[in-house]
């Protein structure tokens, strides 16, 4: 029998204007993210579609931390456009609009083959767990912050990720609270909750330290008592899977995290770690 004719592809901007059409393909995915963090996304993104004919049949973004680094995220391609190249020809949009950057993401299995083909390595692994927060202690030491605060939280975020965050941080800090543990005056960690899918999410988490890093996810588990509360762990944030597990929240999946270098390699992590992802679009 004769193939059928696949419909005219092209590749597009993708901009707030199609945040309707890029939505729906998210959520037929059964993927969390409202209109609300798609047009986040696309706020501080440069995105790319597919259309076949007038109808979005793929997605991508790329979301760029100063000139050395980038995340690649959102690549969606409709169930019935799938095994005709779609998914590699966003991705190399994303690759060809980064340019020199060094750019990560957070890879299922399924996406993972594509990715390594295309000069991404694992780097490491995401553990996701979600669910409702009981009434909790609230610990001593971490405090609200405050737009003060912002030069030395991006800082720590830096060391902890070798990417330049800040943009991005500021406008967290505006969806919702941000807590900070200083010590003598020098800040040891902080950790960003907002609206997130079906409740709030923590995340991300930076801290010099495993105590620091503890106090912290305490403090913000206990701030969302009798909400959803949604996590995406690192391999450090899983050393402390117990404390979040005896929060209420559940292993749901995860993913696995992957980067491509790039021209200009970012630093390495030196001084802090980052325990939690801002999200798995974000990193």
């Not at 000069?119 to 490491?124: K, L, Q, Y």
């Not at 919702?176 to 899918?197: D, E, I, K, N, S």
């Not at 079906?198 to 008592?225: K, S």
């Not at 209420?248 to 995290?257: E, K, R, S, T």
């Amino acid at each position: 029998m004769p193939q059928p004719t696949l419909p005219d592809l092209a590749l597009i901007g993708l901009d707030q204007s199609r945040l309707s059409a890029a939505h729906a393909l998210s959520a037929a995915e059964k993927w969390p993210h409202r209109p609300e963090e798609w047009a986040f996304l696309l706020g501080i993104s440069t995105g790319f579609g597919i259309l076949a004919g007038d109808r979005l049949v793929g997605t991508a973004l790329l979301t760029p931390y100063g000139t050395d680094a980038a995340t690649c995220n959102m690549i969606i391609v409709d169930p019935s456009m799938r095994g005709h190249g779609l998914g590699r020809r966003l991705t190399n949009a994303l690759l060809d609009a980064a340019g020199a950057r060094e750019c990560r993401l957070t890879a299922t299995e399924d996406g993972r083959p594509l990715y390594e083909k295309l000069g991404f390595v694992a780097t490491g692994q995401i553990h996701q767990l979600q669910g409702n927060v009981p009434a909790l202690p609230v610990p001593d030491g971490p405090a609200p912050a405050t737009p003060a605060d912002l030069a030395d939280i991006a800082a720590l975020d830096r060391m902890a990720t070798g990417m330049d965050r800040a943009d991005m941080i500021a406008r967290l800090m505006a969806e919702g609270p941000v807590f900070t543990l200083r010590t003598g005056g020098a800040l040891r960690g902080f950790v960003a909750c907002r609206p997130f899918g079906r409740g709030h999410l923590m995340g991300p988490l930076a801290a010099c330290d495993d105590a620091a890093a503890e106090t912290l996810m305490r403090a913000a588990i206990a701030a969302h008592a009798g909400r959803f509360l949604r996590v995406d762990l690192t391999d450090a944030g899983a050393r402390h899977i117990a404390l979040v597990q005896s929060a209420g929240l559940l292993p749901v999946g995860g993913g696995l995290a992957m980067t491509r270098p790039g021209a200009r390699p970012t630093p390495a992590p030196a001084g802090a770690s980052t325990y939690t992802l801002a999200s798995q679009a974000l990193c």
